[in-house]
């Protein structure tokens, strides 16, 4: 046994013993984001991201989505549609491939379970298979290429001529106009599903940044089209319009769901702010000990000036589409959102 004396010199011991979560049936995902606050690892690190984004949902933090990797293709799609229709998004950055993932799907394609190994054959022969068959895989999900000669057409038919007629705009121009088309094309042709994420910020103005569009099929094709017309992409122009969402908000949120550019893109925001980030939660599955950036901690991001000293934040080291979806749903039942 330890005596009270010998506590006392215990600088940095807490007396708050772990706890054993239940799992019960008929329970919600908010209270069983609670029962994870009582373990370790993982799971208390989870209760603690439930916590500071439930936080970022009040409507006097203004809201930085940072969304990377294939997070569309894996069906995140409507998540964060109901984020931004709701009013808890008020900049979104994404990549291109999210973009193009989420337009096929706004004009009627899917994509479909795959598989990520192959029975009686290597991988490799799996996957010559299916480029003789016309089929792209990501990981687990398959996608028809016919779909992005869909996407070349919509893109040509109604996005392109409307920018063209303005020669050079930014890139969040682009997306917006994506946005537009995509909303107005799935209600024309009645699609099943939803016109998704570039439609719900569009119709609710909120901007999308997509700093490496070219590294895409919308930016291939987008130069694709600009050789044979006047139509560009001013990339500096979008640097404007972040730094002046970030200048104006009295508190700031970041969620960053992914790494990459998206996660820099919204972090480095702050770097032309006279504040920075009072909330950050960031989802990764990228270890922090390689020094990249995609899994470089929050409290790292701290000492650049990205997030305030008394900032709250927390980073979830797991495969995003099992977080995102639990982060949100708890976080939403708690503030009521």
């Known amino acids: 046994m330890t005596d009270d ?5 215990r600088e940095t011991f807490h007396h708050d013993p772990i706890g054993h979560a239940e799992a019960r049936a008929g329970m919600t995902v908010g209270e069983l984001a609670a029962e994870y606050g009582d373990g370790g690892f993982g799971a208390s690190t989870l209760h603690e991201a439930v916590d500071i ?5 009040d409507d006097d933090v203004t809201n930085f989505l940072g969304l990377a990797g294939a997070m569309v293709p894996a069906g995140m799609r409507q998540i964060v549609a109901d984020l931004i229709r709701d009013g808890h998004v008020d900049a979104l950055v994404t990549t291109g491939a999210n973009l193009t993932h989420d337009t096929i799907e706004a004009i009627g394609g899917k994509h479909h379970h795959g598989e990520d190994h192959a029975e009686g054959k290597s991988m490799r022969e799996h996957d010559e298979q299916l480029r003789e068959e016309g089929v792209d895989r990501i990981y687990n999900v398959y996608l028809p290429q016919e779909h992005f000669a869909a ?5 040509r038919e109604e996005v392109f001529p409307v920018l063209e007629e303005e020669g050079t705009v930014s890139i969040q121009r682009l997306t917006e106009e994506l946005g537009r088309a995509n909303a107005a094309v799935n209600e024309r042709e009645d699609v099943e599903e939803g016109p998704g994420i570039a439609a719900a910020a569009y119709e609710n103005d909120v901007p999308i940044y997509c700093p490496a569009v070219q590294d895409s099929v919308l930016g ?13 992409l001013d990339a500096l122009a979008d640097m404007t ?7 104006e908000a009295e508190q700031a949120g970041a969620l ?3 790494g990459g550019v ?3 893109f919204v972090l480095q925001t702050m770097l032309v702010s006279p504040d920075a980030y009072d909330y950050a939660v960031q989802l990764t599955m990228d270890p922090p000990q390689t020094g990249g950036l995609s899994g470089a901690t929050l409290d790292e991001a701290r000492s650049w000036g990205k997030l305030e000293k008394a900032a709250r934040n927390a980073s979830v080291y797991a495969d995003a589409t099992i977080t995102f979806p ?5 976080a939403r039942e708690r503030s009521g959102e």
Do not use: R
């Open 53 to 57: 984004y439930s936080e970022m949902l």
């Open 5 to 9: 004396h010998e506590d006392d010199h």
């Open 262 to 264: 998206p996660k820099n």
């Open 241 to 247: 319009g972040i730094s002046d969402i970030a200048y």
């Open 326 to 330: 639990l982060l949100v749903a708890a």
């Open 220 to 232: 291939i094709q987008s130069w694709i089209y600009n050789q044979t017309s006047d139509f560009t």
């Open 256 to 258: 960053v769901v992914g």
């Open 151 to 155: 996407f070349e057409g919509h893109l």
